[in-house]
């Protein structure tokens, strides 16, 4: 390698970040659209919150985490105006560090979003992981200031309270942990979630298994689940803009042109190895 | 656009802040690792302050200080587990036969939800949903032979210092193969997921910073 390519070489992620932000800056263009053109994961997961019935008690186990929660952001905002829209009671609750923060920055978001504060429930931090799981299924301890009904139902009944368990998958804890830990101990209820694509070969089993109800684990399903969506006046408690496919189609590009230069290397230097290897 | 931020003014230094920090973290793609190490530290240095306040406002004072100041008497095992806690951070100065007491709860009640649940709530329904039944459609009998075919070959794949025929060999090769190209399919799901956060951070600086919103 010649010493101007090293340093093209070198500046190529930076290269990258800039084509990156002008690929942001680019319209979006008619031929590229996130949404998956088969909605019928989207449809599984209307049909499922479709059958909650009334003002549905939701239990949301909120423990995405930092490295792809920007993947299932906008989803998770969509479906927790969409369930605020259904007249939904969401009670958060965190088994990990990171979800309690991120649930936390997205409770303040709903309280700056003017959403009702009648119909949230802060359960906060539940520490032991799969032990912590199974605490919750035994007793919920509630903190409320006021009269606060929905807390009230919550400290009386348990999780028996709820109609529906949401869980918002990251990487330390996700519908797996739900499905062994809760599942089992609390009967028939409904487990819907919103996991990154990187849960997806985990969680699949567990849909066709019929333990899930129903899963947006890609950012294509994601996308098609809010297409579906008239939230009116809650709009405003969804993501500002929505991601922007061109940056994610030129990254994967990138990935794959790097990925192919790396084994194409690999295969040229196999060659020339059993080339030099042959007699004469 | 992540909206984490309002317009107060707190809002808007945190967007600084953290436009900022980002633009170090990106400024290591050109070899400037000083300021990116500093990075490093604030977010190690945040992520241990945020722990210690869970554990304080969450887990310390709520559910072990405040119970036994209500009622001392009224909730012994509080006093167990304090004790177990006590004897873990007193581990290096006594006996070997104590400090382990609490190692060894904290990993058999790991491993008992963990083995459990994993029974319970995966194996035994995967099993039932993965047997063939009459009248079920040619894809569903097909999809089941598949994965018992593909979870044969990869259990293979493990079984290590047993002496093997011709056949085992090539069927453990086959389940290592496999499981090599479950790890690189999980690894690009893996590189979506970091491409997006990559996307969402250049979004970030134009549109929550910079308000270029196209």
Known sequence: MTERAR???????????????VAWQVPDVGWLDLASPDAEVAERMTAALDALGEEPRVLVGFDADIGTYAETRPTVRAMIADLLARDARLAFVSLTAEGRALASAELARLDRGEANPARLLDLGFIPGAEAGLVDLTRRIRVSYEGDHAFAREVEATGIGTFD????????????????EQVAPRIGEIPFIAVTPTVLLPEVQPYLGAGSLQAVLGTPRDGAAYRETLALGNLERLTDPIEPRPLPVLLGMLVAVAVLGQALGTRVLGELRAARSREPG | MSGFFGTSVADIAATWVAAIVTLIVFGSLLGERRAFGWTQHLLAGLATGFLALIALTEVIGPRLVAPIAADPSGRPELWVGLALV????????????????????????LAAFALGG??????????????????GSAAATIGGALAVVVTGLVLVGFLHGIPRGRVLTAAAGAGRWLLIGGIGGWLGFLILSRLILLVDRVGFLLGDWLGLVP
């Open chain 1, 164 to 179: 529906a368990v949401l869980v918002i998958g990251g990487n330390d804890l996700g519908p797996r942990s739900w499905v």
């Open chain 2, 86 to 109: 006590a004897s873990a951070a007193a581990a290096p100065w006594l006996p070997r036969q104590i400090s382990v007491i609490p190692v060894s709860v904290a990993i058999g009640a």
């Open chain 2, 118 to 135: 994993a029974v319970i709530g995966t194996l035994l329904p995967q099993i039932d949903a993965a047997i063939v039944r009459p009248g």
């Open chain 1, 7 to 21: 340093r093209l070489w070198r500046l190529a992620p930076v290269l990258l970040v800039i084509a990156l932000a």
